[in-house]
T-cell receptor, first 112, second 112 residues
Framework: DTGVSQDPRHKITKRGQNVTFRCDPI?????LYWYRQTLGQGPEFLTY????????KSRLLSDRFSAERPKGSFSTLEIQRTEQGDSAMYLC??????????FGPGTRLTVL | GQSLEQPSEVTAVEGAIVQINCTYQ??????LSWYQQHDGGAPTFLSY????GLEEKGRFSSFLSRSKGYSYLLLKELQMKDSASYLC?????????????FGSGTQLTVLP
């Protein structure tokens, strides 16, 4: 257990619906990352926060995706108008010192 | 741009030593990490190399050659629980973020 929690762990939704995922990081680590991982691939970077500021977004993050980190604590990732191609594991990671990222257990999204 | 290459699969027997290679091409290289990921689980940090040479941590060691764009992870005294995917990830300094770019992972199977 890394101390990073994510909710929900699994989400099944119908195409076109909106979904929101939450990540609760380790409180003293101020850098937070979102990744997406599909079967047989490594995690792909989506976006990054330093405290409450979203400092970078990947080209993978279309305008249907939005992420927030109010007050620099927990973070949410919302996907609007979901598509079947959005089905993946969404991972949140918190970064402490020594370039170590601590991953949460992930939210597995299935879009029907 | 960045690219990372890892073998897709490696098989070894319990008690043996196995080496998992990773080659990379990136600009502004900062460091390379190794993560372990069990089926259905989140990546777990194993090691980080920023400088050339070998870093040893118990049964696991990681080596880096920046001039060759090459790293390997060495696992000694293999145990059945070591069966997992092993991901190499490079960090480069782009813009304001410190992104990790992951390889596709090497699936290690440990046989009795």
């Amino acid at each position: 257990d890394t101390g990073v929690s994510q909710d929900p762990r699994h989400k099944i939704t119908k195409r076109g619906q909106n979904v929101t995922f939450r990540c609760d990081p380790i409180s003293e680590h101020n850098r937070l990352y979102w990744y997406r991982q599909t079967l047989g691939q490594g995690p792909e970077f989506l976006t990054y926060f330093q405290n409450e500021a979203q400092l970078e977004k990947s080209r993978l993050l279309s305008d249907r995706f939005s992420a927030e980190r109010p007050k620099g604590s927990f973070s949410t990732l919302e996907i609007q108008r979901t598509e079947q191609g959005d089905s993946a594991m969404y991972l949140c990671a918190n970064e402490g010192g020594a370039d170590t990222q601590y991953f949460g257990p992930g939210t597995r999204l299935t879009v029907l | 741009g960045q690219s990372l290459e890892q073998p897709s699969e490696v098989t070894a027997v319990e008690g043996a030593i196995v080496q998992i290679n990773c080659t990379y091409q990136t600009s502004g290289f900062y460091g390379l990490s190794w993560y372990q990921q069990h089926d259905g689980g989140a990546p777990t940090f194993l090691s980080y190399n920023a400088l050339d040479g070998l870093e040893e941590k118990g049964r696991f060691s990681s080596f880096l050659s920046r001039s060759k764009g090459y790293s390997y992870l060495l696992l000694k005294e293999l145990q059945m629980k070591d069966s997992a995917s092993y991901l190499c990830a490079v960090r480069d300094r782009r813009g304001s973020a410190r992104q990790l770019t992951f390889g596709s992972g090497t699936q290690l199977t440990v046989l009795p």
